[in-house]
């Protein structure tokens, strides 16, 4: 009865701190999406509110600018998200510079099956 005791123990701990880790990405994303409505959202929300589809045209290189501002807007949110990310303590490593090594667990983290069956049918053929 200890063993069991003890797996189930561990099982409902490694549930809840999964639980609170879910909650917390949870809480961060919709902080995020609260940063990114922030003030120059809406000041440009109302801003084109308050314009006419007419106006709008009707303004020489509106367009252009318009695109610019976007972007301008774009890298702003990327690089505060950037920024929450890497202040939020998790490790964020590029795809290209991951070892050998961290390549073969994520393959056998997201395959979990396939390696069992290799190593099964390794051991069943001796």
């Not at 045209?57 to 367009?63: A, D, K, T």
């Amino acid at each position: 009865m200890p063993p069991l005791f003890a797996f189930a123990a561990g099982a409902e701990n490694k549930l809840v701190h999964s639980m609170k880790a879910k909650a917390s990405e949870r809480d961060h994303s919709k902080a995020m999406a609260a940063w990114s409505q922030q003030t120059e959202l809406a000041k440009h929300r109302e801003q084109l509110q308050r314009m006419s589809t007419q106006k709008i045209l009707s303004q020489p290189g509106m367009e252009g600018s318009a695109v610019v501002k976007d972007d301008a807007h774009e890298k702003k949110i990327a690089e505060k998200f950037r920024e929450s990310v890497v202040d939020s303590g998790v490790r964020v490593v590029s795809g290209e510079s991951l070892g050998v090594h961290h390549q073969a667990a994520n393959f056998f983290q997201e395959n979990p099956f396939k390696l069992l069956a290799a190593i099964g049918g390794k051991f069943s053929l001796h």
